[in-house]
Structure formats: C-alpha cells, structure tokens
C-alpha cells in the first residue's frame, strides 16, 4: 500500500527539479499524477514539450499512472485546462503541488520592469491560477456533498523567508508572497475539506546552480555512498505527506533540506513601545533608536 494510493495530483514544474522528484515519488507511492511543465529556459523563455513527457514516460515504466500537461500556469485558461484535465483523465482531483518558478535575477536599480513582471507572473500568479480553479472545484464538491479530502502544497523559497538573497527582489518578493497564499487558502479551504501549506525548500536544481553566490555550493561533489543533503529527492518525502489523505496539518510553512526540517513561524510582534498619548516623532526617536 502505498501513502498515495488513489490520490490524483496536479504538480506544477515537475519537468525537472524538485518538481520532476515529486512526480516520480507520488506515482510510485500510488497517486495518478499530472506531470504540468511549459518546459522553458531558466529565465522562462521558450517551451519544450519533452521534459513533462519525459517524466511521465518514466512513470509509465514502472507501471504508474501519469499524464503530461505543458500548458503555462500562468495563464488563467492554461491552469483551469489543467484542472480541467486532471479530472477528466483521472475522475478527481486530490493534491495541487504548485512548483514551477523561473529566475531573472537582478540588483534592483538595474532590475528591469521585464523581469520583475515575469518573475511575479509565474511565481505568484503561476499559483494563484491553479489554486483558485481547484478551489473552485473543490468547494463545487462539497457544496454537492461529496467528500473532499484534498491538499494544496506551495512552493516558496528560503530567498523568500529567513534567507533574503540580494539581486533576487522580484524572486523574494513572490516567494514571500506564496507563503502568505498558503495560509490565507488554510483558513478559507477548510471549510470545504481542503488543507494548505507551503515549503521553503533548499536543493540543488537548475536555479540554485543559476544563483549568484550559490551555485558553487550546490555544484559541491558528493562522495560516492555519502548523504546528499543537497538532492533534489530530499524535498519530497515532506510533500508527500503533506499531500496524504492521512495528513492534518494546515497554514504551516516549513523550512526544508536533507537531513533538515523545521517550521517557519511568520511574522511575530517582537519588542516594542506604547503610549497613553499622541506619538511624536521625538518620542519615538527615543524609543526604538537603540533597537
């Protein structure tokens, strides 16, 4: 038996990365999976049709169940299409993994309007798309009176959270957004049967090896038979039981690597001032000026 059997997933980016990791262990632990991939470069240009296809002929070879989808999710028809798919192929939909990302880094003066609107499009928007027409049919669902017992996993960034990376203001800014998605679709999707939460993952991939200042580390060599805390196949395990039917939890975001896994607590009041009259700049000045 496996955690996943007859779970139907949608994963988002799963052409390559840590997308392509979660396809192949979801299929393996018995859900039908929607391998989604547009197949573009790093900094989203272009379509390839092989990658998705790719995976899924992998998943076919050890007797899964998978299909292919290149649409963008990005656009707003291409991700209804998506769910759209999943359900005609495998009758349900279950499991919405919003993975697929892209990066076109820059410092923020020489940060072009191009590159932060593709980055915030296919992050942010590239989950918002997916997420609210699963909504949709999740809460058509339960409004039925069928039992929804679905998951949602975004996929924000440690660039996005409690490792700010310079040049990448348009990445940490979507990523920091998708970690606010996940608990605002906590507290909405509940009532119609739905969990959410998100991962900051760190691991080796194309965009971590295309990051300044990182790449060196991820492209490290790896002593045969030692552990990799860097695989990509280290981040999934999480995801897959984030994503099993028997999994409860919701509006958590976690922090996740090999050998490492830890809760990200969001933003908390930390030491402050108070006042029992109007606020002055003076007043203030002298409160928080040793902060």
């Known amino acids: 038996m496996g955690t996943l059997d007859g779970r139907v997933a949608i994963i988002t980016g799963a052409g390559r990365g840590i997308g392509r990791e979660h396809a192949l262990l979801f299929a393996a632990e018995g859900a039908s999976v929607v391998v989604n991939d547009l197949g573009g470069a790093n900094d989203g240009s272009g379509s390839d049709a092989?990658?998705?296809?790719?995976?899924?002929?992998?998943?076919?070879?050890?007797?899964?169940?998978?299909?292919?989808?290149t649409d963008s999710v990005s656009d707003w028809k291409g991700a209804e299409a998506l769910v759209a798919q999943a359900v005609e192929e495998f009758g349900?939909?279950?499991?919405?993994?919003?993975?697929?990302?892209i990066l076109r880094d820059a410092f923020i003066p020489s940060m072009e309007e191009s590159q932060w609107d593709s980055v915030i499009n296919v992050h942010l928007k590239g989950h918002f798309a997916p997420l609210h027409h699963a909504a949709v049919y999740w809460k058509a669902q339960s409004k039925a009176g069928n039992e929804v017992n679905a998951s949602v996993i975004n996929t924000a960034s440690a660039s996005g959270t409690f490792m700010p990376n310079a040049g990448?203001?348009?990445y940490g800014a979507a990523k920091a957004g998708i970690s606010?998605?996940?608990l605002v679709a906590a507290l909405e999707l509940e009532r119609y049967g739905v969990r959410a939460n998100a991962i900051a993952p760190?691991?080796?991939?194309?965009l971590t090896l295309a990051t300044p200042g990182m790449g060196a580390i991820f492209a490290a060599p790896v002593e045969e038979g030692s552990f990799d805390a860097f695989n990509p196949d280290q981040i999934s395990p999480l995801v897959a039981f984030l994503a099993s039917a028997r999994c409860r939890i919701t509006g958590k975001v976690f922090a996740v690597q090999g050998g490492?896994?830890?809760?990200?607590?969001?933003?908390?009041?930390?030491?402050?001032?108070?006042?029992?009259?109007?606020?002055?700049?003076?007043?203030?000045?002298?409160?928080?000026?040793?902060?």
């Open 180 to 182: 606010a998605m996940a």
């Open 202 to 206: 760190i691991a080796r991939t194309r």
């Open 92 to 101: 349900r939909l279950d499991v919405l993994v919003n993975n697929a990302g």
């Open 168 to 170: 990448q203001a348009n």
């Open 260 to 291: 490492a896994i830890n809760e990200l607590v969001n933003w908390h009041l930390g030491q402050g001032i108070e006042t029992d009259k109007p606020w002055t700049i003076h007043d203030i000045e002298a409160g928080i000026a040793e902060w």
């Open 50 to 69: 092989g990658p998705a296809q790719e995976v899924v002929n992998e998943i076919l070879a050890f007797g899964g169940k998978a299909v292919a989808n």
